[in-house]
C-alpha cells in the first residue's frame, strides 16, 4: 500500500513539474526534487529518521510552490497544506502525514525554525544538500526566473550556498565539503 501511494505522489509531483505554469521549469523534478529524496534517503540512517517519512516528505517539500508560483515566498507554510490534501486522499496515515507536515514546515535554510523531529533535520540537510551539488539549478532560478545580471546573480547563488552550508549538519558538511568549496571558488 505504501509503495503505491508513494507512486501516486510521484506522478502527481512530477506532472507538476512538467505543467506549464510550473516557473521552475520541468528540470526543477530532475535536478532538485529527486536529488533531495536520493539525499533524504542516504541521510535518513545518520539521523536515525524514519526512511519513509523522509522520502515522502522529499517529494512534496516544495510541491506548493511548484503547483502555484503566489506560495513559493511561503512554500514552507503552504507545503504541509498540500501535501496533507494528498496524502488523506490517498488514504495515508494520520500520524505519518502528520510527521511528513512537521518535515516540510522545518526545511528551509532563509527561514530559522526549529527542527522537531529527526526527519525534519534529515529533510532540511537533504535539501541544503541538493543545492550545493545542483549549482546549475541556482544559476537558473538566478537567471532565467529572477531575470538578474551576471554579478547580482552570482552573489546571490553564492549567498544561497553559504546560507545552505550553514544550514548542514557538521557530518553533512563533510560529504559535500569538496563540492561546497569548488563551488565558492567558480562563484
Not at 526534487?33 to 545518520?46: E, F, G, H, S, T
Not at 496524502?87 to 500520524?95: A, D, S, T, V
Not at 511528513?100 to 526549529?114: L, T
Request: proline content about 3%.
Amino acid at each position: 500500500m505504501i509503495e503505491t501511494i508513494r507512486n501516486k505522489i510521484e506522478k502527481i509531483v512530477e506532472q507538476a513539474c512538467a505543467a506549464d505554469t510550473n516557473i521552475f521549469g520541468y528540470d526543477i523534478w530532475t535536478h532538485h526534487i529527486l536529488q533531495v529524496v536520493q539525499n533524504a534517503k542516504q541521510l535518513a540512517p545518520r539521523f536515525d529518521a524514519d526512511p519513509e517519512i523522509v522520502e515522502f516528505a522529499a517529494l512534496l517539500h516544495d510541491y506548493a510552490s511548484i503547483k502555484d508560483e503566489a506560495l513559493y515566498a511561503d512554500h514552507h507554510i503552504h507545503g504541509p497544506i498540500e501535501a496533507e490534501k494528498l496524502l488523506k486522499r490517498f488514504g495515508y496515515p494520520e500520524e505519518k502525514t502528520e510527521a511528513v507536515k512537521d518535515a516540510i514546515a522545518s526545511h528551509r535554510a532563509s527561514v530559522r525554525i526549529e527542527h522537531r523531529s529527526a526527519e525534519g533535520a534529515c529533510l532540511a540537510n537533504a535539501d541544503a544538500m541538493s543545492h550545493i551539488e545542483q549549482p546549475p539549478s541556482l544559476l537558473y532560478l538566478a537567471y532565467v526566473h529572477h531575470g538578474m545580471g551576471i554579478d547580482e546573480g552570482r552573489l546571490w547563488v553564492k549567498e544561497k550556498l553559504q546560507r545552505s552550508w550553514q544550514k548542514l549538519r557538521e557530518d553533512v558538511q563533510d560529504i559535500v565539503r569538496d563540492r561546497y568549496e569548488a563551488a565558492l571558488k567558480v562563484l
